[in-house]
């Protein structure tokens, strides 16, 4: 998407946005809760997970070697956990379909 | 597995599309066309659920879509189309901008009176209105360069004075409301020497906020007509850039970071939104009902138009910044909650997209005849003018229009989501909410198109 990124400028490039979003107020994190850092870009997260994903997908070339590994890892789970998924979804949309056909039939 | 991936993207995009027409076909949907709609020939709630499937539907089969390489692709896809020189064409295009501008003063003022024949009327509405808007997300956005205002604007004197930040777009966001309020309450697709009026009164409006601030700052931020004609051309196959004129998919560009910035664009989204809806809401006999006992206890009703258009306008912002917050749970993600509301409001922009389209297309194509009538014989007033007779499935294309709206809606945000959160289920999951409101959107545009229509009540 980056690349859509630079080359839409419908947007006049001499009028400030209307907020300038500096890096502090991306982010909202509760006083309390335990963060994982990006430590290339500062991004934090809820979980050791979505960092290492984070990391393999939007620093490629700065890792090293036991991120990489992490990264791979944990694209895999998310492969399985996606699995699960698209079986639900489908699931779910083959009762949606039948449902509303068995509605048509009987109104 | 790439391929094989690509194939089943493939896949779920078919039957996307499949599933539109089905769901259009089994509908039998109400004409959203401004000539009266049409009537059910299932029952109401079937209807509803219907379309609030079809959404739902959408959504679980854009979320098999898991290749982020493939949704950067389809994002990313486009082609440069004219480098710089075009400025032959833009003076051209400010010339008839300007020609036009003056034909609606001169006939609003001086020609005849009745609205089927006056160019004014017909040049605002099904010229302007209905056919450019169309053209803006259709093809690409040409009141950018048209708007005579900015033409005058540009020619005159500023003082410069420097447009304050805090203010930001706010002032779009109650133009908007007021100008479809007064597109409501008041006559002014019937009597040429209001309208010709009113378009004096928005440009005596904007040209002095233009001399104040200086044009671009005032057409940037402030200016609500520049601001809905660049949302809708935003969704358009044809692109500004850098670089001259750029060609991408329709649609996929609502998808860029940063396109929404800030609470009052946002806000704008959600207003844009919020009107098409109230434009068809008020003539609903549930609002007459709904008002009548308010009306007869005393309430002046020319306080419940614009009381009702601000608090629907503040329900649904609230919502949005509800599900916005169940966003942010669900995806149990540390981004601020700015950054998601100004992320997913730019897919709102198709659906107001497939709603005006189904609103203006039919209404557009109806009475184009006359307009062309009107042109080449400005100030004659024929007996009868030519009008065109739709078929009978043209309702469908509307029904269809809406419904394609929202699955590009749903797209974009899907691809949205992909872009802002690292895990694939996350993204997913950041979409429950936005859908959940959809569906309740859908379904309560859909009653109020299969409601039977009546004159606005009390005015």
């Not at chain 1, 335990?34 to 994903?53: N, S, V």
């Not at chain 2, 378009?199 to 005596?204: C, D, I, L, M």
């Not at chain 2, 700052?217 to 004609?229: G, I, L, S």
Request: charged share 15%; proline share 7%; aromatic share 10%.
């Amino acid at each position: 998407m980056t690349d859509a990124a630079s080359t839409s400028t419908d947007r006049d490039p001499d009028v400030p946005a209307a907020s300038d979003t500096t890096p502090d107020d991306r982010y909202d994190v509760p006083a309390d809760a335990t963060t994982y850092d990006c430590e290339y870009c500062g991004r934090p997260f809820a979980d050791e997970t979505p960092l290492a994903l984070h990391r393999g997908l939007d620093h490629p070339g700065d890792l090293d070697d036991d991120e990489v590994e992490a990264f791979r890892t944990a694209y895999e789970a998310e492969e399985e956990a996606l699995a699960t998924f698209r079986l639900r979804a489908l699931g779910a949309l083959v009762l949606l379909y039948f449902g509303l056909l068995m509605v048509y039939a009987l109104v | 597995m790439t391929s094989g991936r690509r194939r089943g993207a493939a896949l779920a995009i078919g039957a996307l599309a499949w599933l539109a027409m089905a769901g259009t076909a089994s509908a039998h949907g109400g004409s959203l066309a401004g000539g009266g709609r049409e009537s059910l020939t299932i029952p109401t709630w079937l209807f509803l659920s219907t379309g609030g499937a079809a959404v739902g539907a959408s959504f679980l089969l854009a979320s098999f879509v898991t290749d982020r390489a493939f949704i950067e692709r389809v994002h990313g896809w486009g082609t440069p189309l004219v480098e710089d020189g075009t400025d032959t064409l833009a003076l051209a295009g400010r010339l008839l901008g300007l020609a036009g501008l003056a034909a609606v003063l001169v006939v609003g003022f001086l020609g005849p009176t009745t609205a089927r024949t006056n160019l004014a009327i017909l040049l605002v509405w099904v010229g302007w209105w209905a056919g450019l808007a169309m053209t803006t997300y259709l093809v690409g956005n040409a009141w950018t360069t048209l708007n005579p205002l900015k033409t005058l604007a540009r020619a005159l004197p500023t003082l410069d004075r420097s447009y304050p930040d805090r203010v930001g777009s706010w002032p779009a966001v109650v133009g908007l409301l007021a100008l479809v309020w007064l597109e409501v309450v008041s006559p002014l697709a019937d009597d040429p020497r209001l309208l010709a009026s009113a378009v004096v009164g928005y440009s005596v409006l904007t040209l002095a906020g233009a001399v104040a601030f200086g044009p671009d700052a005032w057409f940037n931020r402030a200016d609500p007509v520049e601001r809905v004609f660049r949302y809708y051309g935003r969704f358009a196959p044809i692109g500004r850039t850098e670089d001259g004129l750029r060609l991408r998919l329709p649609g996929m560009d609502l998808s860029t970071p940063r396109l929404v910035d800030g609470p009052d664009e946002v806000a704008f989204v959600v207003a844009l939104l919020w009107v098409t809806t109230y434009d068809g809401l008020v003539t609903t006999p549930a609002w007459r009902d709904l008002t009548t006992p308010l009306v007869n206890a005393g309430v002046p009703p020319h306080l419940l138009y614009p009381v009702a258009l601000v608090a629907g306008f503040a329900a649904f912002l609230g919502v949005y910044r509800l599900a916005v917050r169940r966003s942010r749970d669900a995806a149990e993600t540390y981004l601020a909650p700015s950054v998601l509301a100004q992320r997913f409001a730019p897919p709102l922009v198709a659906i107001a997209v497939g709603y005006h389209f189904a609103h203006y297309l039919a209404y557009f194509l109806v009475l184009a005849p006359s307009l062309a009538v009107a042109l080449s014989a400005p100030f004659s007033s024929p007996a009868t003018v030519p009008v065109v007779d739709l078929p009978g499935w043209f309702g469908g294309v509307a029904l269809a229009s809406v419904i394609v709206g929202h699955l590009v809606a749903i797209w974009v945000a899907h691809a949205a989501a992909y872009d802002l959160f690292p895990e694939r289920l996350q993204a997913v999951r950041s979409q429950y909410p936005f859908i959940a409101v959809m569906v309740f959107y859908t379904m309560t545009s859909l009653w109020v198109v299969s409601r039977p229509e009546v004159p606005l009540p009390h005015l």
